[in-house]
């Protein structure tokens, strides 16, 4: 298993899906973290699981607030700072869904992905690199299996994770020097909120979930443990060699091709 122990990590959208299973996973693992999102509710209810999987009270701190805002950006990074005394990994993990094709897509909702998708994970990366120079730390960007491959009718969400392992790798070249790793994990569909809240009806989640059996190579869907875990890995010294690189938790979605 990999050690966070005593490790300090940032995990945005922490209130939901892959980021709280991520925040219980970290807390197995022995990490003290910073937990936001914007629901203050379901942010409890993550800080209240990581409790019960291992990490003491005092050593979570909730930041509420959009991810997208930059105040709310400087405050988690000095909190932390100010907190904790160190940040040694960062997960870049809120993140937003949608349909739509190049002839239907609003920009409003294009701009509105790339902000929380792709601007906000810049950003943050930027105000942590000097405390990620001080530890060696780790960035951990959560990207799509639409970033490695192509699908229509999901233009605006397929473009923003496409920048988001662009910005994996370009900043761990950038980061090398200092000992910083960068990377991506890319996952296939985990049956989570995401797609309700991307305008999903419930008939319409299960027919997608059917229909995954067999866009999965491995003939099912993943699970936030599976990720998060994966996450977990790449965020410790188990994986001290690695960085830049694009780690598929997909079933085998990404090695597929239509025959
Ligand atoms: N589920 C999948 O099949 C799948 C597959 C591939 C990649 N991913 C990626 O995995 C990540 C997590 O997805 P998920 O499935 O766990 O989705 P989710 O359950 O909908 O969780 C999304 C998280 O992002 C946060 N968030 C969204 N907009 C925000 C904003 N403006 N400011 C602050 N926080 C914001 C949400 O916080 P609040 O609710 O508190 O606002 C929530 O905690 C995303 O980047 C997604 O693209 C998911």
Redesign the pocket.
């Known amino acids: 298993m990999p050690d966070l122990r005593g490790k300090v990590a940032i995990i945005?959208?922490?209130?939901?899906?892959?980021?709280?299973g991520t925040a219980v996973e970290f807390a197995l693992l022995g990490a003290h973290m910073t937990l936001?999102?914007?629901?203050q509710e379901?942010?409890q209810a993550t800080a209240k699981a990581s409790v019960e999987a291992g990490t003491p009270e005092d050593k979570i701190l909730v930041v509420t607030?959009?991810?997208?805002n930059d105040e709310l950006r400087k405050n988690l990074v000095d909190q932390t700072a100010q907190k904790f005394g160190r940040i040694d990994v960062l997960v870049n993990?809120?993140?937003?869904?949608t349909f739509g094709s190049i002839e239907t897509t609003d920009m409003a909702v294009y701009d509105k992905m790339m902000d929380?998708?792709v601007r906000?994970a810049v950003r943050l990366t930027q105000l942590c690199v000097p405390h990620l120079t001080k530890t060696k730390g780790a960035v951990v960007n959560?990207?799509?299996?639409?970033g490695v491959r192509s699908m229509s009718g999901c233009l605006a969400?397929s473009l923003s994770?496409v920048a988001l392992d662009q910005l994996t790798r370009c900043v761990a070249l950038e980061l090398a020097s200092k000992q910083i790793r960068v990377n991506s994990v890319?996952?296939?569909?985990?049956?989570?909120?995401?797609?309700k809240?991307g305008g999903m009806t419930d008939e319409e989640i299960v027919q997608l979930m059917e229909h995954c059996k067999s866009t999965h190579a491995l003939g099912r869907?993943?699970e936030?443990s599976e990720?998060a875990k994966t996450i977990a890995f790449l965020a410790s010294s188990d994986a001290s060699f690695i960085t830049g690189a694009q780690v598929p938790v997909d079933g085998g979605k990404h090695a597929m091709c239509p025959r």
Request: proline share 4%; hydrophobic share 35%.
């Open positions: 945005t959208g922490a209130s939901s899906g892959i980021g709280r936001t999102g914007r629901n379901n942010l607030g959009d991810i997208c993990n809120a993140g937003i869904f929380v998708n906000s959560v990207s799509s299996i639409n969400y994770k890319n996952p296939g569909v985990i049956p989570k909120d995401i797609f809240r869907v993943g936030v990720v």
